[in-house]
């Protein structure tokens, strides 16, 4: 999409991609399932001292690849959770998820990209670690790398309604108003962000009828 390629989209895009990554780790983090789920090779040894807005914007200055990567990645991180249940997002794997998922996905979209030595000093990881966890990612994907146009369209316009759902209103006269509006906001963003990583099939009917 076109309106991507705008710096203020990606950037507001980066913000909403981390805010929506934190709130799902941090609730699955609190979740008891938690503590009895499947350790991966994505799953660190402690909480990464980095916030994930701050790593992602970090990718988003080095990586250097197309802003389609970063709704690819996003439909990647999605499939991986529907194909990897046992496999929750939380704190000690959300930041090797991104890393990896945006490495694949500029392998997959772009023409030119950085190579995996590259990617692991951008995400603080080893060359070694990175090699492997681009093959636990596709194998947990099933290798299912492409996106079709409609899959694509699908994706940036959900992002795009939720990313204009959560702007305050420019003009309001009544503060009250104001607060209410951003409170009602900030509830429907969080009922909504524990379960968005499910998006693809839950529009699995309409995209397949498209």
Request: net charge negative; glycine share 2%; hydrophobic share 35%.
């Amino acid at each position: 999409m076109a309106e991507l390629e705008c710096p203020s989209v990606m950037s507001k895009l980066i913000a909403y991609l981390s805010s929506l990554l934190q709130q799902v780790a941090e609730s699955n983090d609190l979740n008891p399932r938690f503590h009895q789920q499947k350790i991966s090779a994505f799953h660190g040894l402690s909480r990464p001292s980095i916030s994930i807005q701050s790593y992602l914007e970090r990718i988003f200055k080095y990586a250097n690849c197309s802003p389609s990567c970063y709704v690819v990645a996003y439909v990647y991180l999605d499939r991986f959770t529907q194909q990897q249940p046992s496999l929750s997002i939380n704190s000690f794997n959300v930041h090797r998820l991104l890393i990896t998922s945006v490495m694949i996905a500029a392998k997959f979209m772009d023409d030119m990209y950085y190579n995996n030595a590259y990617y692991a000093k951008v995400g603080g990881i080893t060359t070694t670690e990175i090699n492997f966890l681009e093959v636990d990612f596709l194998f947990g994907l099933g290798f299912q790398l492409n996106v079709n146009p409609t899959t694509f369209h699908t994706y940036c316009s959900y992002l795009q309604k939720e990313m204009f759902l959560l702007q305050p209103p420019l003009n309001t006269q009544d503060p009250s108003l104001s607060s209410s509006s951003s409170s009602s906001s900030s509830q429907t963003y969080k009922s909504r962000s524990t379960k968005l990583l499910h998006y693809e099939e839950d529009q699995q009917q309409e995209v397949v009828a498209v």
